[in-house]
């Protein structure tokens, strides 16, 4: 199993711009994380999908931040616009059984708005 | 919500001797308490977990305790090694995990 894989592994933007990260999880997993990680907050929530469908989004910071699982295979997380304070690493993670057993992570895409 | 404290953010310990870390959580209905090893420029990896009706679970040089009265729950590891340095992160579940804020381990040889 190739594990979760996300893309990009970097990005670089300007303030304004849009960007959209992505995030195909393991395969036969239901249920699936998005963690935004900086050095001053640590690894935060933002949303977690069970079966596609959205359980918890109370941790997407505003609503400049939104973000889909259109089928088992794929999710994004989109910013519009995207602001400095946005810059950080973010995991996507998948599990078989949401937070009852353990996550495996993606490698991350470090975001860096300029 | 679940709220996850961890101890030490840093420590720094000589190659054979042992590391633990400590962490406390606030919601008597989490039930699953995993610890993540994360290396540099690399996602959080699970290497060990201890679910609420275990009070201690060992794996090789790693073993974790669970005080579910006091919530409390620790990460031992015996014998570093230099290639156990990274940032250790402990998480507790009741339906989707809440992570510490880490402690960065360096075992010096």
């Known amino acids: 199993d190739a594990g979760v894989i996300q893309s990009p592994r970097h990005e670089v933007t300007e303030m304004g711009q849009e960007v959209t990260l992505r995030c195909k999880p393991i395969s036969g997993h239901n249920s699936l994380f998005w963690y935004r990680q900086t050095m001053m907050r640590g690894l935060e929530l933002l949303i977690y999908f069970n079966n596609n469908v959205p359980i918890d989004d109370s941790g997407m910071p505003e609503d400049r931040f939104s973000a889909k699982m259109p089928n088992a295979s794929f999710s994004t997380l989109k910013i519009q616009p995207s602001e400095p304070r946005d810059s950080a690493v973010y995991f996507c993670?998948?599990?078989?059984?949401?937070?009852?057993?353990?996550?495996?992570f993606g490698s991350g895409t470090r975001l860096t708005v300029v | 919500g679940e709220n996850v404290e961890q101890h030490p953010s840093t420590l720094s310990v000589q190659e054979g001797d042992s590391a633990v870390i400590k962490c406390t959580y606030s919601?008597?209905?989490?039930?699953?308490f995993p610890w993540y090893k994360q290396e540099l420029g690399k996602g959080p990896q699970l290497i060990i977990d201890i679910r609420s009706n275990v009070g201690e679970k060992k794996d090789q040089r790693i073993a974790v305790t669970l005080n579910k009265t006091a919530k409390h729950f620790s990460l031992h590891i015996t014998e570093t090694q230099p290639e156990d340095s990274a940032v250790y992160f402990c998480?507790?579940?009741?339906?989707?995990?809440?992570f510490g804020a880490g402690t960065r381990l360096t075992v010096k040889p």
């Open positions: 993670a998948s599990s078989l059984a949401g937070g009852a057993v353990g996550y495996t």
């Open positions: 998480a507790a579940s009741p339906n989707d995990m809440r």
């Open positions: 919601d008597s209905a989490s039930n699953y």
